[in-house]
């Protein structure tokens, strides 16, 4: 097989490691800026890790034939290479330097990912090799003497010990969260092979009772261990190697064929759930009543076994969020502010699909906050406010829905401005203030920018369409808050999973669909007869105020029957709040949503399509989009109205 | 042949490895990803030929080399030795460690598979 | 495009009256259609969507599309799911029963006479056994404009 058809099969692995990699160097690359941000001597077991992070890139990189990264990561190491010998500092533009390559190393290889030319690499390179990587020798901070060992522990692997889980790996864990080690060193005795410790921590009787159960010899240390030339360890900790671990790497499609699958048990149980219900009454009551009860544990079972697997899919939010402060740093220092990141809900976990839609149109708001939003020192100052500004960037979850906020106290969206670039794109707006949904609607119109200049920083006026249209395509929302010379939010909701759904099923006529539960704020009954016509809307008394009704049977041309009540979803919320009306509500199901690919079938309003158990295709609405597309058009009667 | 043991932090190289490996070791593998590990793998059973990266960890791969060449039966394992480093120096210091062998990535599959035919053919 | 020595199978179907075919390797498979939904605001021509082996696909009428007076289903109707193009569509058509095995190079542009509506989504003519056959451009009788949206004021 050739060279190429041989790589090819390993660059799943390959990107996983890299992935693994590039968050470690991530992590380390913070501390190092920590180090110099405080002029202190580049602490040595982060230089150590990160140089061994460069030269594996290197070595894997150049197995899969990826001949940049592998440029790129030899470039890195050999840059850190005299910031081994100890004692230096890291400078700015050393720091600098380090970051871009790192960028660069990340571009590189997603490059590779999405099957795109490489970058190219020669401006980074020879940045690296320009830039002096440390400063004068440092003073070290006087480095407390390493403990004495107290105990020295022998360890000799054996089958039987492998079998009940006492390996190297496990028993340098145990000494680990036990106390410091500070020596490990093979040694042969006779034909055979043991591991010698040499370690310090209170060890209890129990605890070495325990030990020496699990084949540890146990001993006080004879006398402080001389320095070594053959010893083998550096002090204290041990970077875990990407070993052998208890961690699975999955393919995610199948991860999807899996969730497929489950689609189609579910759909297998409504099914049986339908047939069930016609044999029911020819059983006998006491067989019936087992039946019923088999049926509901199964599916419990079955709903359980869902939510596991969707769990595996699931990935930390800080994985979008690790890039923020590199993005942060970047701009600030061109910029003249002062920002202080704030993350939270870092755990917070998100379907990894997601992760990866949302990267850029986080980072692009990240980019907006801090470009724009964000005065200088002086300006906030003189505002009276602290000089340092703070960008807060907060995952949560609730239910089945992430929600993402970047939130800033800076400037606030200038609609002034806003309204006058409107203007002058034709669009019809009416005088500020503006309603917070028309607000944001107008700043992610394509095209629309308030920036004549071409910013590098922030891109081009593309950037807000291209957020709200992904946060749309995922079946999100998106929000806006903003107060002049506060500050702004901008609130992201995403449901968590994409496949399976609690749907709400609802009759108009003779037509049935089904509305996705996670989007109705409340069911509520509607009094034909209390409906009054605004133009040509409808809207319909409601808590003290009035809530814009929108008939579905009008909008999918069906003929509603008629009856004394009708019962509406609620979607939205406050100002954008509208009622969507129906003829009946018939009960609540679990779907399996089908997306409607073709282009034949995408229409507004229809969010795809999904099976009752009967074979029959019942479409699933998309609620939000009726209700937006519903509102523009009433806040244009009402703007014209006024 | 008994097992081959494949000593390398990287779980990507350590597969590229073994399935470059796959025809010529009869014994299957063993796996690795520090110099303890590797070490343990030699206590719990018998390795015909170690294919061993230099950049690890814990304990660095001549270490590792230089502890088996110490061991009265495991001083004539056949060991490959890998490494990105190409001068000079770190070849004599890997010879001379006792490397059958010292290979530098970006390897072959076939240029490995070929190294350890000729290794383990001879007596 | 290459002239094949040899034949190649297509399958055959019928809308009001005229036989027309596809590449059998277009062909997923024909059923009979069940229950298609109607999706509101889709262009005229599709009649709406349905369950095919677990995909949901547009259910694409014919008749409609060639200009004709649209009928209702019946036992003979099917439903020819094409594929091509990454896409399914499920084509409503009269009848579908036959196969037939020809060498392409029997094909012959529609003349300016033959074209009509239908002419716009055809390959060609073929006659086989003194029998004319009208081969369907797939791609061309699969393309759409962007439907307009209506404004539900």
Redesign the interface.
């Known amino acids: 097989?050739s060279?190429e058809t041989?790589?090819a099969?390993?660059m799943d692995?390959?990107f996983?490691?890299c992935d693994e990699h590039l968050a470690a160097i991530r992590r380390l690359l913070l501390e190092l800026g920590g180090a110099a941000a405080s002029a202190g001597p580049a602490p040595r077991a982060a230089v150590d890790e990160l140089f061994?992070s460069f030269?594996?890139l290197?070595?894997?990189s150049?197995?899969?034939?990826l001949r940049e990264a592998?440029a790129l990561a030899h470039h890195l190491e050999s840059f850190l290479r005299p910031l081994r010998d100890g004692g230096r500092a890291l400078t700015d533009e050393g720091l600098d330097a380090l970051v871009a390559g790192v960028d660069a190393l990340e571009h590189v290889i997603a490059s590779r990912r999405d099957q795109r030319a490489a970058p190219p690499i020669d401006a980074v390179v020879a940045r690296l090799e320009r830039a002096s990587p440390t400063a004068a020798p440092v003073e070290a901070p006087a480095a407390s003497a390493p403990p004495a060992p107290q105990w020295r522990i022998t360890f000799?692997?054996?089958?039987a010990l492998?079998a009940r889980g006492v390996?190297?790996?496990t028993v340098?864990a145990r000494l680990r969260d036990a106390g410091v080690i500070l020596d490990?060193a093979?040694q042969?005795h006779?034909?055979?092979?043991?591991?010698e410790f040499a370690f310090a921590g209170a060890l209890d009787e129990p605890t070495i009772a325990l030990w020496r159960e699990d084949g540890l010899r146990v001993e006080a240390a004879p006398e402080p261990l001389a320095a070594d030339a053959?010893s083998?360890?550096p002090a204290a900790e041990?970077?875990?190697?990407?070993?052998?671990s208890h961690v699975v790497r999955v393919d995610l499609t199948r991860l999807d064929d899996l969730m497929r699958m489950i689609g189609?048990l579910v759909i297998t149980r409504a099914r049986l759930d339908a047939s069930l219900g016609r044999v029911e009454g020819h059983v006998p009551a006491a067989e019936w009543r087992a039946v019923q009860e088999n049926t509901q544990v199964m599916e419990r079972q079955l709903r359980d076994l869902r939510e596991g697997v969707m769990r595996v899919r699931l990935v930390p939010v800080g994985e979008i969020l690790r890039r923020v402060p590199f993005v942060v740093r970047d701009l600030t220092r061109d910029s003249g502010t002062r920002v202080r990141l704030e993350l939270r809900g870092q755990d917070t976990e998100i379907d990894k699909f997601l992760i990866e839609r949302m990267m850029d149109p986080v980072l692009h708001l990240v980019r907006n906050a801090v470009s724009h939003a964000l005065e200088t020192v002086d300006e906030r100052v003189a505002a009276g406010k602290p000089p340092e500004g703070t960008l807060t960037l907060a995952a949560s979850s609730i239910g089945d829905t992430v929600v993402l906020e970047i939130a800033d106290d800076g400037r606030g969206i200038d609609e002034a401005a806003v309204v006058a670039r409107a203007r002058a794109m034709g669009l019809e707006v009416p005088d500020p203030p503006l309603d917070r949904g028309r607000l944001l609607e107008l700043i992610c119109a394509p095209g629309f920018s308030t920036r004549t200049d071409t910013d590098r920083a922030s891109g081009r006026g593309v950037g807000m369409a291209v957020v709200k249209t992904t946060v749309e395509d995922l079946n999100g929302r998106m929000s806006l808050e903003t107060t002049a010379g506060e500050g702004t939010r901008f609130v992201i909701e995403l449901p968590l999973t994409l496949a399976i759904t609690d749907a709400l099923i609802a009759q108009v006529g003779d037509?049935t669909f089904a509305v996705p539960q996670a989007v109705v704020r409340e069911v509520i009954e509607l009094d034909p007869a209390a409906l009054r016509r605004l133009?040509?809307?409808e809207v319909a008394p409601f808590r003290g105020g009035t809530l814009p009704v929108?008939r579905l049977g009008?909008?999918?041309?069906?003929t509603p029957r008629p009856g004394r009540a009708l019962h509406a979803f609620v979607v939205g919320a406050g100002a954008d709040a509208i009622a969507v009306a129906v003829d009946r509500i018939v009960g609540q199901r679990e779907i399996v949503v089908?997306?409607?690919?073709?282009?034949?079938?995408q229409?507004?309003?229809?969010a795809?399509?999904t099976?009752l158990g009967d074979?029959?295709?019942?479409?699933i609405l998309d609620l939000p989009a009726l209700a937006r597309?519903?509102a523009a058009?009433l806040r244009r009667?009402m703007e014209a109205a006024s | 042949m008994h097992r081959t043991l494949v000593v390398d932090?990287?779980?990507?190289?350590r597969?590229?490895v073994m399935?470059?490996l796959r025809e010529v070791c009869s014994g299957g593998f063993a796996?690795?990803?520090?110099?303890?590990?590797a070490?343990?793998q030699?206590?719990?059973?018998p390795v015909s030929l170690m294919v061993l990266?230099l950049?690890?960890?814990?304990?660095?791969g001549l270490?590792v080399l230089?502890?088996v060449r110490?061991?009265?039966?495991l001083k004539t394992l056949p060991v490959i030795v890998l490494t990105?480093r190409g001068d000079a120096e770190s070849r004599t210091a890997a010879l001379g460690a006792g490397a059958s062998v010292y290979m530098t990535?970006?390897?072959?599959?076939q240029a490995l598979a070929a190294q350890v035919r000729e290794l383990v053919a001879q007596p | 495009m290459t002239t094949v020595a040899g034949a190649e199978t297509f399958i055959l179907f019928t809308v009001a009256g005229t036989t027309y075919a596809v590449r059998s390797r277009d062909v997923a498979h024909v059923e009979m259609v069940?229950?298609?939904?109607?999706?509101?605001?889709?262009?005229a021509f599709?009649d709406?969507?349905?369950?095919s082996r677990?995909?949901?696909?547009?259910a694409?009428n014919l008749r409609a599309r060639f200009g004709f007076e649209r009928a209702a289903y019946d036992l003979a109707t099917r439903l020819v799911v094409v594929q091509t193009g990454g896409?399914?569509?499920g084509l409503v058509v009269d009848g579908a029963r036959e196969f037939a095995s020809f060498d392409p190079s029997l094909i012959r542009p529609p003349s300016a006479a033959l074209a009509g509506l239908s002419g716009r989504y055809l390959e060609g003519i073929a006659n086989v056994a003194d029998r004319l056959i009208l081969v369907i451009d797939l791609p061309q009788l699969?393309l759409?404009e962007d439907?307009v949206?209506p404004?539900?004021?």
């Open positions: 097989m060279d041989f790589a099969g390993f692995d390959y996983a490691e061994r030269h594996s290197k070595g894997i150049g197995m899969v034939g592998e000799a692997p054996s089958p492998l390996n190297v790996d340098r490990a093979p042969i006779g034909g055979s092979i043991a591991f053959a083998t360890l041990m970077a875990t190697p990407v070993g052998p189609e037509r133009e040509r809307h929108l009008e909008v999918f041309s069906v089908r997306s409607l690919d073709d282009a034949l079938i229409v507004p309003g229809v795809g399509a099976d074979g029959r295709a019942v479409l597309h519903r058009s009667s | 932090d990287s779980p990507t190289m597969r590229m399935a470059s796996e690795a990803a520090s110099g303890l590990e070490c343990e030699l206590a719990l059973g990266d950049n690890m960890p814990d304990m660095h270490e230089a502890f110490r061991h009265p039966t990105t990535k970006p390897f072959t599959p | 069940e229950q298609v939904t109607a999706v509101p605001n889709a262009p599709v709406g969507v349905v369950f677990g995909q949901v696909v547009p694409l896409r399914s569509v699969l759409f439907p949206l404004d539900h004021a």
